[in-house]
């Protein structure tokens, strides 16, 4: 039982604590491997921006920006925001260090953690982490295909199975104004049956509407007008060209003519990913759906920083989201060292030549564990014990004065003395035996 304290982290923040960083560490470790495969560089960019970037980037209508802010003025008198998503962030990068004179495409990769102001439900925290793959400077359909390749092999590698990837166009400049009409039109006349929230997006950013959770927007949503219907020349043929490079590969997708994105920015390809196993359990639950990946084409965002069009894509891994799945599944995580020495020292002298043992040890790259706490050989061979350890090494007051030192095999008994010079080369020899 945890003991109650007096603080406690702040509502919707959570510790990850040393039991779940294998699983966080995997997540991260599969993501850079694949990443790194692919050709894309890691960046990191500050945790604070200016407010201003989140504002015209991401979008003042939209979820974020409206509601999921953390800001604060600095005693200088700027407002920043903690970064809700990584990616005007990074496009703001991009453009300050010129990267746009560098060969393209321009791959980028970043982790780290991202806040939003939420209502804290299973799967939804203000401080998470995601990791980020963008990539600028190409606009054919195959970056979008290859992009969401990654996301799936990084979930499969991670042992995720019964996974779905959802696929949608929202469109672009040309013809989302007039799909947007239509949608505005097909809602107004059901108004009534949405929610509250539905009612002001519909005002003020209808495509939105699609995007509300609750079941009762949803019901109106189905039979409300598909998007796929009304795009433009240029947003069908680059939606067909995904579809023809999704088909090639063995990737499970699902056209979903309602998935939006609740970002501004975004233009023609939008996708999400999900377990189904996971979404089974969420609905057994009684909460919704989560995604695990997420992510689409931009093309007009980096044209607002830079004043440059550079067709953009790129999606975001929910960490938590994927750290959990894989618990909760047993799927593997990072490999802990286990020792497989232990290190019982008696007394004042062995103790204090214990701590140049230990480091020799180390620099030997065989793991040991020791308790300089304590004193009792008894205790100290029931902690050997229970670490399951092969050997135990056993350092007293005699052992010191005569160089030597013990070396006690765990499953017999058995005792042997070596010159403590050899005993890293004697324990290296029997590790191998074994
Ligand atoms: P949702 O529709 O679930 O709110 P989103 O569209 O806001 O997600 P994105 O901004 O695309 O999500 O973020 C990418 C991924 O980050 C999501 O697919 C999800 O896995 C994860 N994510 C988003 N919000 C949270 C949160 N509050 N807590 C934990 N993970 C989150
Ligand atoms: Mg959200």
Redesign the pocket.
Known sequence: MARKSKFQAPTGMHDILPEDQPYYQRVFQVGEEIAQFYGFQRIETPILENLELYEKGTGASTDIVEKQMFTLKTKGGDMLALRP?FTPGIARAYFEHGMVDRPHPVKLYATGPVF?Y?HPQS???RQ?H?FNLEVFGEQSAAIDAQVIQMFYSMLSDLKFSHLIIEVNSIGDSQCRPYYKKLLANYFRTRQNALCADCKRRLRINVLRVLDCKEEKCQRVRAQAPQIIDHLCDECKRHFRSLLEFLDETDLPYHLDPYLV??LDYYTKTVF?IFSERLAQQEQEGGVSR??????GRYDNLLKLYGGKEVPAFGG???V??VAEGMRRFGFPAVHEIVPRVFLAQLGDLPKKKSIRLIEEFRKARIPLAESLGRDSLRAQLARADKLEVQYTLILGQREVLDNTIVIRRMDTGEQETVPSERVVEEIRRRLKKI
């Open positions: 998503e939003r939420e799967g939804r925290y998470f995601q994105r609740g999400e989560n995604a695990l990946v997420a992510g975001a891994v929910g938590e989201r």
